[in-house]
T-cell receptor, first 115, second 115 residues
């Protein structure tokens, strides 16, 4: 079974631009979560989607948004990019077994550099 | 809010030796899950092992095992017969049993393996 895929793997943008990152979950997985990883802050939760609905959101400004499609694929968007948005963005998918017993499996990440 | 603490920024071990990585967490919940993820230089986050809080038996996966001390809120990872391929950043993560998939990560421990 194919793993979580993320595109693109690398991006270079300039301040003020916007960017869209894509994540395709493992087949059959309905929950998709996004995390930002930086050397200073470590891994921080951005948001989680399940059945096209945002179920949970981390403490990030409104410039960070996302969505999930009916095939469970997810996109995240960052508008008005700032230098501090440079990070590795990780997507993770899970089956979402009721009772919280499922496990998240991660994609390879998208490395975003903001100049 | 839950917190996860990894007090060892870096650990070193020689091939074939055993090493233990420490993790403590803080929570008021009784139902939760704990994970160890490995992130090699490729940046792909790989699940190493998982532990359900309601299970008293410590989880094992081949050369990897945990020492789960629920009362002490401690969750250490033991790697036996260390191999060069074990060199990576190791993250301890907490997940509530309430239903959301959100993971709370520690800052990570860099494991160096020497021949």
């Amino acid at each position: 079974k194919a793993g979580v895929t993320q595109t693109p793997r690398y991006l270079i943008k300039t301040r003020g631009q916007q960017v869209t990152l894509s994540c395709s979950p493992i087949s059959g997985h309905r929950s998709v979560s996004w995390y930002q990883q930086t050397p200073g802050q470590g891994l921080q939760f951005l948001f989680e989607y399940f059945s096209e609905t945002q179920r949970n959101k981390g403490n990030f400004p409104g410039r960070f948004s996302g969505r999930q499609f009916s095939n469970s694929r997810s996109e995240m968007n960052v508008s008005t990019l700032e230098l501090g948005d440079s990070a590795l963005y990780l997507c993770a998918s899970s089956l979402y077994i009721s009772g919280g017993q499922d496990t998240q499996y991660f994609g390879p990440g998208t490395r975003l550099t903001v100049l | 809010a839950q917190t996860v603490t990894q007090s060892q920024p870096e650990m070193s071990v020689q091939e074939a030796e055993t090493v233990t990585l420490s993790c403590t967490y803080d929570t008021s919940e009784s139902d939760y899950y704990l994970f160890w993820y490995k992130q090699p230089p490729s940046r792909q986050m790989i699940l190493v092992i998982r532990q359900e809080a309601y299970k008293q038996q410590n989880a094992t996966e081949n050369r990897f095992s945990v020492n789960f001390q629920k009362a002490a809120k401690s969750f250490s990872l033991k790697i036996s017969d260390s191999q060069l391929g074990d060199a990576a950043m190791y993250f301890c993560a907490y997940r509530s049993g309430s239903g959301y998939s959100t993971l709370t990560f520690g800052k990570g421990t860099m494991l160096l393996v020497s021949p």
